[in-house]
């Protein structure tokens, strides 16, 4: 079994390969009666793509999806939503010194060691290429929950963060990085073309925030709001941690300190903090749901590193081809995808159980 498939009541499923002809997404438990057509989705498909500036890879792809089923008269249908994006824009030739050896912090070995063998054109299923489809799939989440608004941003590229008493969310779409600060995303232009020109690359850190969402989405034990939402998270390539709330940094508070304290309130308690998040228990609280995602820097680079062949020799290998110097960038509108999947999962969860 190798769990390609996301979810419990809303759930999806990805396929395709990096090199291959198409990937896509089959997303079954969708509510009927929901309109959907491709304009529904482009959008977000168009913020994750690569080739649009030269701050991401140079591979230029279309992303244009196609609805195949579960759509009729443009609504769902309650049936299985099949979305297709094809490849257009594959070198396979600039992997054939990957089929060779392993790249250190790719899949490579780790893909051979549990199959036997494995496509090395671009990672095959490992490949950030993936992610397409989760975003498409995020966008049919998205209609799922109306009630909630998804933001996601770049807070910090290697160890340039951004300064948060500059933070303008109107700025997030208005520059390459998803940045809310125009200084830093000014001074994240420098850092980026320096370390493609160096053939290195960068980590980053993304933040994303649900408001809207009610109190009493989630489960008190094992489908906790906040591990499917840590879970689906780490799942995207690249992401070595995860946080929710204050995350780490509520461990060097104090009990007082890290209270979200309440007082009554119109509509339901009114909190003077959320450190929590959002989630308290494993259940929404109804404050802003908050997760903090951190991206490893691309392991595709062209500095010489060393490794062995499938045979096991010992050798180096230079990473060649079109690849992102720093792979969070593009990972924020997957982030937001991966956030709207899980609210529509939950939301769908607690209709099933709560009514």
């Not at 299985?80 to 250190?104: C, F, G, H, W």
């Not at 299923?125 to 498409?136: L, M, N, P, Q, Y």
């Not at 309440?262 to 109804?286: C, K, L, V, Y």
């Amino acid at each position: 079994m190798s769990w390609n498939t996301f979810g419990r009541v809303f759930r999806f499923t990805t396929w395709g390969e990096s090199h291959g002809p198409a990937l896509g997404v089959v997303v079954d438990g969708c509510p009927p009666g929901i309109e959907l057509c491709e304009q529904h989705i482009q959008p977000f498909l168009d913020a994750r793509k690569p080739g649009k500036n030269r701050f991401t890879t140079q591979r230029r792809e279309a992303d244009e999806v196609r609805i195949l089923s579960g759509v009729f008269e443009g609504r769902t249908t309650g049936t299985p939503i099949s979305l297709m994006i094809e490849n257009t824009d594959q070198r396979s030739k600039d992997y054939s010194e990957v089929a060779k050896a392993y790249r250190p912090g790719h899949a490579d070995y780790t893909y051979d060691a549990k199959y036997g063998f494995r496509d090395y054109r671009g990672g095959g299923r490992s490949s950030a290429r993936e992610t397409a489809a989760r975003v498409a799939a995020g966008a049919i989440a998205r209609l799922v929950i109306p009630e909630v608004t998804i933001t996601g941003w770049a807070e910090a590229i290697g160890e340039h963060p951004i300064d948060y008493s500059r933070f303008d969310a109107g700025q997030i779409r208005e520059n390459p990085f998803f940045c809310p600060d125009a200084q830093a995303a000014a001074h994240w232009e420098s850092v980026i073309d320096e370390t493609r020109k160096a053939g290195s690359s960068l980590g980053a850190s993304v933040a994303c925030e649900a408001t809207g969402v009610p109190a009493g989405w989630g489960a008190p034990v094992y489908a906790k709001l906040d591990s499917e939402l840590a879970a689906a998270m780490v799942s995207i390539n690249a992401v070595k941690g995860v946080e929710i709330g204050d995350g780490f940094a509520a461990a060097r508070l104090s009990g007082e300190g890290n209270a979200d304290p309440m007082r009554p309130g119109e509509d339901g308690p009114e909190f003077s903090a959320n450190h929590a998040g959002g989630i308290a228990g494993g259940i929404s609280t109804g404050q802003p749901v908050v997760t903090r995602v951190a991206f490893k820097p691309t392991s595709s680079i062209l500095t010489p590193v060393e490794t062995i062949t499938s045979s096991g020799e010992a050798t180096e290998i230079r990473t060649k081809g079109r690849h992102d110097p720093c792979v969070g960038i593009r990972g924020v509108p997957v982030v937001e995808a991966m956030m709207a999947l899980v609210l529509a999962d939950q939301k769908l969860l607690h209709r099933a159980q709560c009514g």
